[in-house]
Nanobody, 124 residues
């Protein structure tokens, strides 16, 4: 198992940028999928992006493609989510998730390791 800890959330104006971090600790190896999900009040948890740790293959949701970029730093055991051109509809709690598998799943139920979440608010 791994432990996940997100950071980097906050309040930003529309059009602004934020970078979220997910620090990964515990027993790690290359056979993990790391993903970012988000959940707005009253809505289901939504897939944002996934990355395969071994080769950085990624899958983005259509709502963030071209604006968000996921990356990972093996030396720091950290996954990043760079969010640009933020919109009010991006407002949500953002969660980092992990699963020992080879295929990036868009389903939250697939992932059994979760961080505590970090709030992102996009508002003027």
């Amino acid at each position: 198992q791994v432990q996940l800890a997100e950071s980097g959330g906050g309040l930003v104006q529309p059009g602004g940028s934020l970078r979220l971090s997910c620090a990964v600790s515990g027993r790690t190896d290359s056979t993990y999928i790391m993903a970012w999900f988000r959940q707005a009040p009253g809505k289901e948890r939504e897939f944002v992006v996934g990355i395969r740790w071994s080769d950085s293959i990624t899958t983005y949701s259509s709502s963030v493609r071209g604006r968000f970029t996921v990356s990972r730093d093996n030396s720091k055991n950290t996954v990043y989510l760079q969010m640009n051109s933020l919109k009010p509809e991006d407002t949500a709690v953002y969660y980092c998730a992990a699963e020992r598998t080879y295929v990036i799943s868009l389903r939250a139920a697939t992932y059994d390791q979760w961080g505590q979440g970090t709030q992102v608010t996009v508002s003027s």
